[in-house]
């Protein structure tokens, strides 16, 4: 029986994390994390610079299980002095993570490249084995490839020292691989997809509702694709679209949709909601549509299949390690025609689809549990070393 006191303590560096600012921000890897809750401390610290007065704000919370400690640093223009600070703001959210769960038994970054540098410091520091997950869709996208030669040095560095590689879809294990990392080294460990306990599913139908939940960069997310073809269907009037987001672009977005003349006529935007939220949308939602031109895994498309509702989706390097016949229609990225005829076919099957088998098949793969025990699997073999 594993007790509070004989818990081993593992110490995460996010990239990304929920914050006050962005509840949706890395959210997945907090279901990650979440999903160990029971075997394992758990200890996270996200620094993040924000518009302040302080130099430093600290906030500390215990949720599900998981001690947080987020070091918010006031943001400056001049670079050198936020890293400074983000180096400062580091050291204070360590210490009192000591100070609360001990020296850690191991370090799970997420997402590099700072938090990887800090990584590879505690885990020499400490002598401790350390592991790094990695979302980013940059070195599928040639993102990566981009940046200079002293930020590809100190990823591959980072890599090198790593036990473990954990990523959540083949695509960007075959990316990693390309720039040079050891095949063997790299593992795939599944997205955690859940569904909330608080949902409720209304009866109304009226229209046939279709989503898109998503952070408002169109260069990525293709939304502005999906409003031009939504303006183009001849039963528009028997459809309406929701929009769950925010971002850079929503704006222009939203003066498309006026343009086109279906803004809230059709078209709604709701902004950015909670997690919980999101997952009521969903539920209340005929089918969704996803239209990334890249995605690591696509967490809101596994997340509509676990709620039972069919999907459509790119073929953008993640979403069809899940998506087949059987819960949606798979299209190319970028091909306004196949998301024209995608969208019209949806609406005139969609009630063919099996709600049961759609959730069932996620279930297994993507469930807390069955997370947890690849992850556990996991810290295990190098804690033990």
Request: glycine share 6%; charged share 25%.
């Amino acid at each position: 029986m594993i007790t509070e006191n004989s818990k081993k303590h593992i110490l995460h560096f996010p990239r990304w994390y929920p914050h006050s600012d962005d509840p949706q921000n890395g959210i997945f890897i907090y279901k990650h994390i979440k999903s160990v809750k029971d075997r394992y401390n758990n200890s996270v610290l996200f620094v993040k610079s924000r518009k302040q007065k302080e130099a430093y704000n600290i906030v500390e919370k215990t949720e599900s299980g998981i001690y947080n400690v987020t070091v918010y640093f006031k943001n400056s223009e001049n670079t050198i002095l936020n890293i400074i600070r983000y180096l400062k703001g580091f050291k204070k959210g360590v210490k009192l993570i000591l100070n609360k769960n001990g020296k850690p038994s191991l370090i799970h970054v997420h997402v590099l490249l700072r938090t990887g540098l800090a990584g590879v410091f505690y885990s020499v520091k400490f002598q401790t084995p350390l592991i790094v997950s990695e979302h980013w869709s940059g070195y599928i996208t040639g993102a990566f490839s981009a940046k200079n030669f002293i930020y590809k040095k100190l990823t591959k560095l980072v890599f090198e020292r790593a036990s473990a590689i954990l990523v959540v879809s083949p695509n960007i294990k075959k990316a990693l691989v390309n720039i040079g990392i050891n095949d063997d080294k790299v593992e795939i460990i599944n997205n955690v997809v859940e569904a909330s306990e608080n949902v409720t599913a209304t009866n109304k139908k009226d229209k046939i509702t279709m989503l898109s939940v998503a952070d408002l960069e169109d260069n990525i997310k293709k939304i502005s694709e999906i409003i031009e073809v939504y303006s183009e269907l001849k039963n528009r009037d028997q459809i309406e679209y929701f929009i769950v987001g925010d971002g850079t672009d929503r704006k222009n977005l939203e003066y498309l949709a006026k343009e086109k003349g279906v803004l809230n006529k059709g078209v709604k935007f709701l902004g950015r909601k909670t997690n919980d939220e999101v997952l009521e949308i969903i539920a209340n939602c005929d089918f969704l549509v996803m239209n990334s031109v890249t995605e690591t895994f696509s967490v809101v498309t596994a997340e509509a299949l676990l709620a039972g509702k069919p999907v459509i989706a790119t073929r953008c390097g993640g979403p069809e390690y899940f998506v087949n016949q059987s819960n949606g229609i798979l299209i190319k990225a970028g091909n306004k025609k196949e998301l024209k005829e995608a969208i019209e076919k949806m609406c005139l099957t969609y009630t063919n689809y099996n709600p049961e088998k759609i959730k069932e098949t996620i279930k297994k793969k993507f469930s807390s549990q069955a997370v947890g025990l690849q992850l556990t699997k996991i810290y295990e073999r190098y804690i033990n070393k």
